[in-house]
């Protein structure tokens, strides 16, 4: 069974930054892509951004390019979440999950269960 733990959530002024980590356990991160998620208070659960293990692509939703950078590192079973310019509207807990659909079209999820996820709010 997969068990992922996501940390680097905090408080930061707007134009902060910030970088989350997911920890992947129960099997290894190379056969498999991994995703972001977000969650704002009172909106639906949504697609940030996801790395492919068959050529490392990345994806990310417009609200985040250019800002955000996802990273892999397989030997640590872990993904990174560089956030930059963070905005007010980035406020959310913020979850990864492996069994997810990613291709430049989609960033889903297929299976609904989560981590503990790490808040991140942005605020002056």
């Known amino acids: 069974q997969v068990h992922v733990v996501e940390s680097g959530g905090g408080l930061v002024q707007p134009g902060g930054s910030l970088r989350l980590s997911c920890v992947v356990s129960?099997?290894?991160?190379?056969?498999?892509?991994i995703g972001w998620f977000r969650q704002a208070p009172g909106k639906e659960r949504e697609g940030v951004s996801c790395i492919r293990s068959s050529d490392v692509s990345a994806y990310y939703k417009d609200f985040v390019k250019g800002r955000f950078t996802i990273s892999r590192d397989n030997v640590k079973n872990t993904v990174y979440l560089q956030m930059n310019n963070l905005n007010p509207e980035d406020t959310a807990v913020y979850y990864c999950?492996?069994?997810?659909?990613?291709?430049?079209?989609?960033?889903?999820?297929?299976?609904?269960?989560w981590g503990q996820g790490t808040q991140v709010t942005v605020s002056s």
């Open positions: 999950a492996t069994d997810i659909i990613c291709n430049p079209y989609q960033i889903t999820f297929l299976l609904d269960s």
């Open positions: 129960g099997r290894s991160s190379d056969y498999y892509a």
